[in-house]
């Protein structure tokens, strides 16, 4: 069965210091796969996508970056946080077309102080 | 644009009550349909569908989703609701291009109260 890893859960950052998520997906090849940011609580904004390895798409112009080195491996990163950086992070996969559900990791709750 | 509206920021209903969360879609574009839940602090669940074929979906946790094609609607439905069903949850639908892209709904919260 596939499962999708994200780490940490929880961080706290100061203003101007570098940040790195990662996401892991295992047991399926070539998933797509997404950074969505949430606020206070409510809807998911989309950051970024990828298709393949190193094929990212920004939707937002932002502070942040992404990266998928490998297959199954997606780094949401930023050389220097924001205090508007601040909320809470979701990774997702899905598989390729249209009408594929996306399976989502737990979250990273990101403070940057 | 295709886009997902949920009309009502939060719901409330009696443990033991029907309960519906509503999700009206724009027409352009395959309706391709999800719902998904989020507990506090936690990602995202899935818990059904709608593609084609039965305009009545089952999925988990005893959730039910009615596609209505003249309403342009898709609400999440449960015969008797739980305290424990309490959470926020989002009407999705799958973006026209091949990426797999997921458009959300705004999100509404469920407050089931004993």
């Known amino acids: 069965s596939q499962t999708i890893h994200q780490w940490p859960a929880t961080l706290v950052q100061p203003v101007g210091s570098p940040l790195s998520l990662e996401c892991t997906v295992e047991?399926?090849?070539?998933?797509?796969l997404y950074w969505y940011r949430q606020a206070a609580g409510r809807g998911l904004q989309l950051l970024f996508y990828?298709?393949?390895?190193?094929?990212i798409s920004s939707e937002v112009p932002q502070n942040l970056s992404a990266s998928r080195p490998q297959d199954r491996q997606f780094i949401l990163s930023s050389k220097k946080l924001l205090l508007s950086d601040s909320g809470f992070y979701l990774c997702?996969?899905?598989?390729?077309?249209?009408?594929?559900?996306?399976?989502f990791g737990q979250g990273t709750r990101l403070t940057v102080v | 644009a295709q886009s997902v509206a949920q009309p009502e920021d939060q719901v409330n209903v009696a443990e033991g009550n029907p309960l519906t969360v509503k999700c009206t879609y724009s027409v352009s574009g395959n309706p391709y349909l999800f719902w998904y839940v989020q507990y506090p602090n936690r990602g995202l669940q899935f818990l059904l569908k709608?593609?084609?074929?039965?305009?009545l979906v089952k999925g988990s946790y005893g959730f039910e989703a009615e596609f209505n094609k003249s309403q342009t609607s898709f609400h999440l439905k449960k015969p008797s609701a739980l305290v424990s069903d309490s959470a926020l949850y989002f009407c999705?639908?799958?973006?026209?291009?091949?990426?797999?892209?997921?458009?959300f709904g705004q999100g509404t919260t469920l407050q089931v109260k004993p």
């Open positions: 709608y593609i084609t074929g039965d305009n």
């Open positions: 047991g399926t090849s070539n998933p797509n």
């Open positions: 990828s298709v393949g390895i190193g094929q």
């Open positions: 999705v639908r799958s973006g026209s291009s091949n990426t797999g892209k997921l458009i």
């Open positions: 997702a996969w899905n598989r390729m077309g249209v009408g594929t559900e996306a399976f």
